[in-house]
């Protein structure tokens, strides 16, 4: 079926879609604010200082729109997905992405991503939301502000389930963290995968208690401490956990989050058969695609 009076493919086997580079905020934007809590992160990624490590495309089509951001970060590569599947197969067969990037997306676009990477670690997650005016605080013991100068204790307590982590101070600076000290000693913590006061969004993780400590509400002080300082300057606030984790969407619930949709969380590897083939793909797209303003690209599902 044609779309926007666009000449589509109408073949049941392989569609066709005009894929393009995006450099408008405004534009990027635009498109994200309608899921704006599926879109959380990405929209982070606007900020200053972080939108110069991304690139953004969409792909439009007879079965509607997608969009794909690859994003660099201090912690590794990263991959997020929206909107039509087949769409965002089109973007991947042209822009795989980084060798290997953390990926999230919905289950509908899990054999899309497939058809550039194998992934692994696969997860089905439980995005929570919060504002303002659901935010319910419950702290049972205080929590303290933590900064990039605690960076030591910080990396033991992540560390004290056997699994070394590699946080730099500047990833504690440039979030929002918030911890509780027993016996002057680091037990839980919650910070922030991603903060944009100008978008006023923020992704709440790195939710964290030392397994000698765990059952005790600490890493629910910690969370909602990190919570309400974000909703001073954020008018949403989101987090993702393991919906098998009772315990923590329990406590969640009771701080206000509010079940957002579910996400699948995995890391992608990007097959070398697909580094191979984006170029000549994107090159052949480009002419064929070149009257409509981006690579006319044909997938199949």
Partial sequence: ????????????????????????????????????????????????????????????????????????????????????????????????????????????????????????????????????????????????????????????????????????SGHIDAGVYRGVVIGGRLVAIAGTHAVSPRERVAVVGNVFTHPRHRGQGYATAATSAATGALLETCDTVVLTVDPANAPAVTAYRRLGYRDAGEMIEATATRRDSAALLALPRKLLGRIRGRERGGALVSVRL
């Fill in 1 to 168: 079926m044609a779309e926007r009076g666009l000449p589509w493919a109408a073949s049941a086997e392989e569609r066709q879609y005009v894929v393009k580079a995006l450099r408008s905020r405004e534009a990027i934007r635009e498109l994200l604010q309608p899921q704006r809590e599926h879109a959380a992160y990405a929209l982070a990624q606007l900020e200053p200082g972080l939108y110069e490590r991304t690139r953004w495309f969409t792909a439009e089509g007879p079965g509607g729109r997608g969009l794909v951001t690859h994003s660099r970060g201090g912690l590794g590569d990263a991959t997020f997905v929206m909107g039509d599947p087949e769409a965002v197969a089109a973007i991947l067969a042209i822009e795989p992405g980084p060798a290997r990037s953390y990926l999230s997306c919905r289950r509908e676009h899990v054999d899309a991503v497939r058809t550039v990477s194998s992934l692994s670690n696969s997860q089905p997650m439980l995005r929570m939301a919060v504002t303002a005016a659901r935010f319910q605080p419950r702290e049972p013991v205080p929590a303290v502000r933590l900064l990039g100068i605690d960076i030591r204790r910080i990396n033991q307590l992540y560390g004290s389930d056997g699994n070394p982590t590699y946080y730099e």
